[in-house]
């Protein structure tokens, strides 16, 4: 076998097994579904103060990933929370801005601005998108009794899965034209489109299988909004990776890399479809 076969076998063996356990955490309960974007979002976290010192600069990793896990489990929690305890979270949340400033006073930081820049942007970078999608079956896309809690954030993935082998194979058969050399050299503007057909023919079948719900036109909508930005969100990681000059944030995933890598796409999209989703619900039903 050669190592390039070897390479497709990992990479297909280890994504499998990643596709199996998301699926299995997110239609088990929404608390394993939650335990599972904790665990993404902490070890994210960890990876991506790991290229910011690459890049030469000094999170606050520590006092960053804390507030990151308080901000996924903030908004885990929010469905059921009284408003009172949300104010006093978000109360305790704001004491991390002036924080991260006494902090500095004791580290011998040359660029304490970029340095507390850095720290926030890992906070909402990974917990922000990681806590929406632990919101996303709180829009009730699927109101008949035969559809559970957890289809929402499966389909989302589904198109988001869709849209990655669809450009990857329409990328790697008919590929010419660079989308953005600049960051990602080996994607195509006909991979991106067939990315953005893959997505279209997931959320046009989802719409098809779920009658009674969001209209067909919406999840078209939906879908493009997943492909758009996932492949936004790819081009972003791979920005930082060039900036760091590393080929994956970690090792973690055989062949696949990190969970900045794994889950770039949805990094970037989820608070824009969460917003896409939030209006059509408040504005269709």
């Not at 997110?26 to 991506?48: C, N, P, Q, R, Y």
């Not at 009284?82 to 979270?89: F, G, P």
């Not at 050399?181 to 299988?209: N, Q």
Request: aromatic share 16%; charged share 10%.
């Amino acid at each position: 076998m050669t190592d390039k076969m070897k390479n497709l076998v990992i990479r297909a063996v280890s994504g499998g097994v990643l596709v199996a356990v998301m699926i299995g955490a997110i239609v088990w309960s929404h608390k394993s579904m939650g335990e599972l974007f904790l665990l993404l979002t902490a070890v994210g976290l960890h990876e991506f103060y790991a290229l910011a010192r690459k890049c030469g600069y000094h999170p606050l990793s520590n006092i960053g990933t804390i507030a990151g896990l308080f901000l996924f489990a903030l908004l885990y929690w929010l469905p059921g929370l009284d408003s009172e305890v949300i104010l006093c979270a978000l109360l305790a949340l704001l004491l991390f801005v002036p924080l991260l400033f006494v902090c500095l006073l004791w580290r011998k930081s040359e660029h304490p601005i970029a340095d507390i820049g850095v720290t926030f942007m890992g906070v909402f970078y990974l917990a922000l998108p990681f806590g929406l999608l632990c919101l996303f079956d709180e829009l009730d896309f699927f109101p008949q009794p035969q559809w559970s809690r957890a289809a929402f954030v499966l389909c989302y993935f589904f198109i988001i899965w869709a849209n990655d082998v669809f450009a990857y194979l329409v990328g790697m058969t008919f590929g010419r034209h660079p989308l953005f050399p600049r960051h990602s050299p080996k994607k195509s503007w006909e991979g991106f489109f067939g990315g953005v057909l893959g997505a279209l023919c997931v959320g046009g079948a989802i719409a098809y299988f779920s009658q009674g719900g969001i209209a067909w036109p919406l999840w078209l909508g939906l879908s493009l909004v997943v492909s758009v930005t996932g492949v936004a969100g790819d081009l972003v990681e791979s920005m930082f990776k060039r900036a760091a000059g590393v080929k994956d944030s970690s090792n973690l995933i055989p062949g696949h890399g990190g969970v900045l890598d794994r889950f770039d796409a949805v990094l970037l999209s989820a608070p824009f479809v969460f917003v896409y989703a939030s209006i059509c619900f408040l504005c269709f039903r």
